[in-house]
C-alpha cells in the first residue's frame, strides 16, 4: 500500500522537475536591433525591384502588429522621407500600391507574379490592383506536369495570397508529382517547398508530414547551443515557416522537441547582424514564427541592460523575461531565482527567493544585498514561465585604504627600514616632509585595503606604485615615469621595496625629486582610486662607462625602430662541387678500359664466328640483348625510370622469347650430332 502511494508522487516530483528544468534562451530581440532591422527595411521603399518591396513589407509586417494607410495630412514622416515607428508604422501606402500595378503591367515572370501576389495581400487594400494576368501565370503552372518543386511553390502560395485555390482535380496529380520529385531529390530545399505546398493544400498532401523528421536529423548543431541547416540564414527560415505553417494546417504538433526550438532560435538570434533586408526579413519571420506558432515558445531570461553590477548603492538584481522578440508573455509569470552561488567555491548565498515584478511586465527585481555577500562573482540560476536560466553577476564593494607607510631602510637590511605614516583621511594624502633615499637605502611602503562594509582586509587584482619625475621648470622633460607592483603577504598587507641602486637603471641615473603615487584597481570593486603619497628625493650613483656604452647603444636602438629594416635573402644550399674534367674523363677511361681490352683480344685472338647459328631467333636474340645495354646508357644519361621501364618491357620479352627459341635449335642440333 505505501509503495503504490509512493511511487506516483515519485512519478510526479521527476516529471515536474524536468519539465522546470528546460533550458531557456539568454538573448532577445531588443530595442537596439529592431531599430537597425528598421533602417536595413527602409531600402525597399526605394521601389527598384519587386522582390525588395515584398520583403521590405514581410519585414515591416513583423516588426509591428500591421500596416496600415495614413492620411498624409497626419503622417509623420523623417527627414529622408521615410517612416519611422514600433508600435505602429505608417506605410508609404500609395507608392506601393502603384508600383505594384505598374510592374503588373510589364512582362511578369512566375517570381513576379508570386511577389506582386503575396504583397498585394500584405499592404491590403489596394484595389486598383487587377490579378488576372498573375491568376493566370500561377494557374498555368499549377496545370504542368513539368513544373520543379520551386515552381510550384510560387504558383500555390500566389494563388493562396489571392484567395484563389487549386483546383480540386489537380491537387491527387500535384500530390503525386510532389512525392515523385522528393523521391528523386529530398534536398533541404525541396522538403521546404514541400511543407509550404502542403499547407496550403491541406489534408491531400498529408503525407508531408511525415517528412518534418527527416528534415530535422539534417539540422547540425553547434557548441550544443545552437541549430541551423546547411545553407545559413535563408533556408532554416524558411524550413522554419514551412515546419510551423504546415503542423498549423494540419493542426497537429510539429516533431520538434522544446530544446530543438531553443537551439533554433538561438541560432536565429545570432543572426541579428544581416546587412540585406531579405536576411532582416527572413530572421524576422522566422521568429515571429517561433514565438507565436510554435507549441513549446521559447522564453528568454536574461539580465536586463546595465544589470550585470550590484552594490550598496545599486543593490538591485534586474532580470528580463520575455519572448525571443523582448515582448511581454502572455500572462505574467513567477520569477524565483532558485539558488545563487559564488564563482569559485560554489558557496549559496540564497535559495528559492521570489523576484518582484514591475510596471515593466518583462522586468524583475532582487535585492541581492540583503543577504550581505561578498565582493565577487556569482551565478543566480532563475526559473520563469516552466524554463531555467544562470545569469551572472558581480557584487561590487567599496575599498578604503586602512593605513599607508613609507619610509627608508638600509639595502643590505642590517636595519629595521624607518617608516612615516600617511595621514589616508586626507584626499590629498601629502607626507609632511620629504623623504630622501640613496644608493645604498631602499625605499619601503607598506599598506593595507578593506573592505568599507565588512572591514574585512582585501586584496586587489591591481596595486600599482607609480613614481614620477618632478618638472623642475617649465622647460624640463625629462618625465620619468616608472611603475611597480607591490605585493601582499599573508595577513593581505601589500608591501614595496624598491633598492635606489639597484634601481637606478630604470630611472636612467637621474637623480631628483619623484612623485610617488599609489593606484588601485579591480573588477569587483566600485570605487578604483589613486592615491597621492607625497615626494621622495632619489639620489642614484654615478654611471659608469659600461653602463654610459650600453644607455648610448640603446639609445641608438631605440631611434631606429622605425627604420627600414634589411631584407631577408633566403640562401639556398650551395651545389655540390664537380671534379675537374681530367678527373671525370680518367674515371671514364678506367671504366672503359675492360671493353677497350676485349676488342684489343678480338683483334689479335680473331674472333670465331663459325658455329653462330643463322637464324632469326639467334639475330633477334642479339639485338634486343644489345638494345637493352643501349637502353641502360641512355637511361644513365636522360631517362627515368619509369620510361625506361616501359622500353625495358618491349625489349626484354623480344629477347627472352627469340633467346628461348635460340637455345631449343642449339639443343636440337647438338642431340642430332650424337
Not at 364 to 392: C, E, Q
Not at 414 to 424: E, F, G, S
Not at 579 to 586: Q, R
Request: proline share 4%; net charge positive.
Amino acid at each position: 500500500m505505501i509503495l503504490r502511494t509512493v511511487l506516483p508522487l515519485v512519478a510526479i516530483t521527476l516529471c515536474v522537475h524536468s519539465v522546470i528544468s528546460e533550458i531557456s534562451t539568454n538573448s532577445y530581440l531588443s530595442v537596439a536591433d529592431r531599430t537597425r532591422l528598421e533602417s536595413i527595411l527602409r531600402q525597399g521603399f526605394q521601389l527598384e525591384d519587386v522582390s525588395t518591396v515584398y520583403y521590405t513589407v514581410l519585414g515591416y509586417k513583423m516588426l509591428v502588429s500591421k500596416l496600415y494607410q495614413a492620411k498624409p495630412e497626419v503622417m509623420p514622416q523623417a527627414d529622408d522621407g521615410f517612416p519611422r515607428a514600433f508600435s505602429y508604422v505608417f506605410s508609404p501606402f500609395q507608392a506601393i500600391c502603384n508600383y505594384l500595378i505598374k510592374s503588373n503591367e510589364e512582362n511578369v515572370t512566375l517570381e513576379t507574379a508570386f511577389y506582386l501576389a503575396t504583397t498585394w495581400k500584405a499592404i491590403g487594400g489596394c484595389e486598383k490592383f487587377s490579378p488576372t494576368t498573375v491568376v493566370k501565370i500561377l494557374t498555368n503552372v499549377v496545370q504542368k506536369d513539368t513544373s520543379t518543386l520551386s515552381d510550384l511553390y510560387y504558383a500555390v502560395s500566389g494563388l493562396t495570397a489571392l484567395s484563389q485555390k487549386v483546383p480540386a482535380a489537380r491537387i491527387d496529380k500535384l500530390v503525386k508529382l510532389i512525392q515523385a520529385t522528393l523521391r528523386k531529390d529530398d534536398s533541404l530545399w525541396n522538403l521546404a517547398y514541400t511543407f509550404h505546398i502542403a499547407a496550403d493544400i491541406g489534408t491531400p498532401a498529408a503525407f508531408a508530414f511525415d517528412r518534418i523528421e527527416d528534415a530535422m536529423v539534417q539540422a547540425d548543431e553547434v557548441d550544443s547551443q545552437y541549430l541551423q541547416f546547411e545553407g545559413g540564414l535563408s533556408i532554416t527560415s524558411f524550413l522554419v515557416n514551412g515546419i510551423f505553417k504546415l503542423s498549423n494546417s494540419l493542426k497537429k504538433k510539429p516533431p520538434l522537441n522544446f530544446q530543438q526550438t531553443v537551439k533554433l532560435s538561438n541560432y536565429l538570434l545570432s543572426r541579428r547582424s544581416v546587412q540585406s533586408v531579405k536576411g532582416a526579413a527572413n530572421l524576422l519571420s522566422a521568429l515571429a514564427t517561433l514565438a507565436v506558432d510554435s507549441h513549446e515558445k521559447p522564453v528568454c531570461i536574461a539580465l536586463a541592460d546595465g544589470g550585470i553590477s550590484v552594490s550598496s548603492q545599486q543593490p538591485l538584481v534586474t532580470v528580463k523575461v520575455c519572448d525571443i522578440r523582448g515582448e511581454a508573455l502572455p500572462s505574467v509569470p513567477k520569477v524565483v531565482a532558485t539558488s545563487a552561488a559564488r564563482v569559485g567555491d560554489d558557496a549559496v548565498i540564497l535559495s528559492n527567493e521570489n523576484l518582484q515584478p514591475s510596471a515593466d511586465k518583462t522586468l524583475f527585481t532582487m535585492n541581492l544585498m540583503n543577504v550581505k555577500p561578498d565582493r565577487g562573482f556569482y551565478k543566480i540560476s532563475i526559473t520563469a514561465a516552466t524554463v531555467t536560466n544562470t545569469i551572472t553577476v558581480k557584487v561590487l564593494s567599496e575599498a578604503t585604504l586602512d593605513y599607508l607607510e613609507i619610509g627608508t631602510g638600509d639595502a643590505d637590511q642590517t636595519t629595521q627600514p624607518k617608516l612615516t605614516r600617511v595621514n589616508t583621511e586626507s584626499p590629498s594624502g601629502k607626507l609632511e616632509h620629504k623623504i630622501e633615499a640613496d644608493s645604498q637605502q631602499k625605499l619601503v611602503m607598506r599598506f593595507l585595503l578593506r573592505d568599507s562594509a565588512s572591514k574585512k582586509p582585501m586584496r586587489v587584482h591591481q596595486a600599482f606604485v607609480r613614481l614620477t619625475s618632478v618638472a623642475t621648470s617649465a622647460n624640463d622633460k625629462r618625465g620619468h615615469e616608472i611603475f611597480f607592483v607591490a605585493e601582499p603577504d599573508a595577513a593581505h598587507v601589500y608591501k614595496f621595496d624598491m633598492p635606489v641602486g639597484t634601481a637606478a637603471a630604470n630611472f636612467g641615473y637621474q637623480s631628483g625629486d619623484y612623485n610617488v603615487e599609489l593606484i588601485i584597481g579591480d573588477a569587483v570593486i566600485s570605487n578604483p582610486f589613486r592615491f597621492n603619497v607625497g615626494t621622495v628625493t632619489l639620489k642614484f650613483p654615478e654611471i659608469t662607462s659600461t653602463e654610459a656604452a650600453d644607455k648610448g647603444t640603446s639609445y641608438k636602438q631605440k631611434a631606429n625602430v622605425y627604420t627600414t629594416k634589411p631584407e631577408i635573402k633566403h640562401m639556398f644550399r650551395e651545389p655540390e662541387r664537380r671534379p675537374p674534367a681530367f678527373v671525370s674523363n680518367l674515371f671514364s677511361g678506367l671504366c672503359l678500359a675492360p671493353v677497350l681490352l676485349l676488342l684489343i683480344l678480338w683483334a689479335r685472338l680473331g674472333i670465331n664466328i663459325s658455329n653462330f647459328p643463322l637464324s632469326l631467333s639467334a639475330i633477334m636474340f642479339h639485338l634486343g640483348l644489345g638494345g637493352i645495354f643501349v637502353l641502360f646508357g641512355i637511361f644513365w644519361l636522360k631517362l627515368d625510370m619509369f620510361i625506361t621501364l616501359r622500353y625495358l618491357l618491349g625489349f626484354g620479352v623480344v629477347t627472352f622469347l627469340a633467346g628461348n627459341k635460340m637455345l631449343s635449335q642449339i639443343a636440337h642440333r647438338h642431340k642430332s650430332l650424337r
